[in-house]
T-cell receptor
């Protein structure tokens, strides 16, 4: 089967660092994406990992370990506007670009 | 912002009626997808297209059909709407299979 797990909810303080974990078990792997989704809005792209290691993009970084089926999204210097859902998604076997999503992690940033 | 629009944005329909949702893109991307988003389930793929008249099923395709007669339009039809199809529907496009997908603003469908 195909399964992607993320924590349902997290809370963090403005200015702090938070790490959102994602574990996956899929039939095939062609890359892992992170998306951000504010309430009532469309998901927007944050990062893409296909090789092991850390990808850094401003305040956001994403890490991948293919052997462990594990990824995390690291958000630094948290701002109130970072309160949103963060979606982990994997492209599985086949060259179709189909995304398999986890349920998403709702992050609340408090002052 | 990627040129992708969904219509309608909101719709209320009665059980048993057919409903068609439209996704229109101006990016000339080859791949188009329909997802539904429900609390506790995240985003789930309904159908996708990898070219004009080339479509395939996703994980929750029962009760849905799609058509893509030209590159820019991808239609999702609920053949006979049921209350279980009340959801938010998102269309997405991507240029290649290993590039980011751009999502439309979503269609909130309520079946009463």
């Amino acid at each position: 089967g195909q399964n992607i797990d993320q924590p349902t909810e997290m809370t963090a303080t403005e200015g702090a660092i938070v790490q959102i974990n994602c574990t996956y078990q899929t039939s095939g792997f062609n890359g892992l994406f992170w998306y951000q989704q504010h309430a009532g809005e469309a998901p927007t792209f944050l990062s893409y990992n296909v090789l092991d290691g850390l990808e850094e993009k401003g305040r956001f970084s994403s890490f991948l370990s293919r052997s462990k089926g594990y990824s995390y999204l690291l958000l630094k210097e948290l701002q109130m506007k970072d309160s949103a859902s963060y979606l982990c998604a994997v492209t599985g076997s086949g060259n179709t670009g189909k995304l398999i999503f986890g349920q998403g992690t709702t992050l609340q940033v408090k002052p | 912002d990627a040129g992708i629009t969904q219509s309608p944005r909101h719709k209320v329909t009665e059980t048993g009626t057919p409903v068609t949702l439209r996704c229109h893109q101006t990016e000339n991307h080859r791949y188009m997808y329909w997802y539904r988003q429900d609390p506790g389930h995240g985003l789930r793929l309904i159908h996708y297209s990898y070219g004009v008249k080339d479509t395939d099923k996703g994980e929750v395709s029962d009760g849905y059909s799609v058509s893509r007669s030209k590159t820019e339009d991808f239609l999702l039809t609920l053949e006979s709407a049921t209350s279980s199809q009340t959801s938010v529907y998102f269309c997405a496009i991507s240029e290649q299979t290993n590039t980011e997908a751009f999502f439309g603003q979503g269609t909130r469908l309520t079946v009463v």
